[in-house]
Nanobody, 118 residues
């Protein structure tokens, strides 16, 4: 079992930066991949970025070059550094963790609100 808690959201101006954190607890060494997803009002949840246990990253085209996902070695926290924020980045951001051992399972945090507005 894995529990996830997000933090770091808030209100920022366009062009500003924000760093989100996701603290994992439980069977953290069984996690294969962690990621950030977001959901804006009236929209479906979409992938933002993922990182595997080996450090391989993947990003949505809309955030490439602006966002960076990271997880320090042996850390129980994954980060999402968001730069050059745009109003269209406004959404609730959710942390996701996927385990493969012993079985494939997905876990979600409760989300943290990010609002980009002047």
């Amino acid at each position: 079992q894995v529990q996830l808690v997000e933090s770091g959201g808030g209100l920022v101006q366009p062009g500003g930066s924000l760093r989100l954190s996701c603290a994992a607890s439980g069977s953290i060494f069984t996690i294969y991949v962690m990621g950030w997803y977001r959901q804006a009002p009236g929209k479906q949840r979409e992938l933002v970025a993922t990182i595997t246990s080996g450090g391989t990253t993947n990003y949505a085209d809309s955030v490439k070059g602006r966002f960076t996902i990271s997880r320090p070695y042996a850390s129980d926290t994954v980060y999402l550094q968001m730069n050059s924020l745009k109003p269209e980045d406004t959404a609730v951001y959710y942390c996701n963790a996927r385990t493969e051992i012993p079985l494939r399972s997905d876990y979600w945090g409760q989300g943290t609100q990010v609002t980009v507005s002047s």
